[in-house]
């Protein structure tokens, strides 16, 4: 079986470079406003496939990363490989508590949703149906969305100093939040850090 890890990176090598030139086809918006780094835009319908991760920060970027590469390099009932697309998006939506062998309460561990944006030659009928059971599609209305721009690395502590100071904004221009901020990555790790595009992504009115 192919490493997917090692079949997405030379995949990404070719199509985002380590200088900061990306080819990947990025979702399609119109900027509605713009003030320093940070955007409003309008996004047109797309269809994502996505995962849920119970895991903390790290291990879960790496298990649904791989589960959904997975799916599009032909992990499918059709057997289809589709291009990688940009985005990839990440989402906190809460803490679960395990258990231990002996029923007690163990440490609270994080849950995660990722997902990948579909290429737009895809609608419900046409995109492949992934074999994974843990892998959904989902259709995804056109939207008003706040973003906040940011470069240098992507962890756990930055996305929520970015999602507060995004919230922050929001607050003082009066306009209401609908979503949980998310984080949206560009690049493959191995990018100068000063040239990565990250971003904070919240739904808004």
């Known amino acids: 079986m192919i490493n997917l890890i090692a079949r997405l990176s030379s995949f990404l090598w070719t199509s985002l470079s380590v200088m900061g030139i990306r080819s990947s086809e990025v979702s399609s918006?119109?900027?509605?406003?713009?003030?320093?780094?940070?955007?409003?835009?309008?996004?047109?319908?797309?269809?994502?496939?996505?995962?849920?991760?119970?895991?903390?920060?790290?291990?879960?970027?790496?298990?649904?990363?791989?589960?959904?590469?997975?799916?599009?390099?032909?992990?499918?009932?059709?057997?289809?490989?589709?291009?990688?697309?940009?985005?990839?998006?990440?989402?906190?939506?809460?803490?679960?508590?395990?258990?231990?062998?002996?029923?007690?309460?163990?440490?609270?561990?994080?849950?995660?949703?990722?997902?990948?944006v579909m290429?737009?030659?895809?609608?419900?009928?046409?995109?492949?149906?992934?074999?994974?059971?843990?892998?959904?599609?989902?259709?995804?209305?056109?939207?008003?969305?706040?973003t906040l721009r940011y470069a240098g690395s992507l962890n756990q502590e930055r996305m929520t100093e970015y999602s507060q100071s995004l919230l922050a904004w929001l607050d003082e221009q009066h306009i209401k939040p609908l979503s949980s901020p998310r984080s949206a990555a560009y690049d493959p790790p191995w990018t100068i850090s000063s040239l990565r595009r990250n971003e904070i992504h919240i739904d808004i009115e």
């Open 119 to 146: 290429p737009p030659s895809f609608d419900l009928t046409t995109v492949p149906e992934p074999t994974d059971p843990l892998v959904i599609i989902e259709s995804i209305p056109a939207k008003k969305v706040a």
């Open 29 to 116: 918006y119109r900027v509605l406003f713009e003030i320093g780094n940070i955007q409003i835009r309008l996004y047109q319908p797309m269809l994502i496939a996505e995962t849920e991760i119970e895991a903390d920060y790290s291990p879960a970027g790496k298990i649904g990363f791989n589960r959904l590469a997975g799916y599009i390099f032909g992990g499918n009932v059709q057997k289809k490989e589709m291009a990688m697309t940009t985005p990839v998006f990440r989402e906190f939506i809460g803490q679960i508590q395990t258990m231990n062998e002996a029923t007690q309460p163990a440490p609270n561990t994080s849950k995660w949703l990722m997902s990948f």
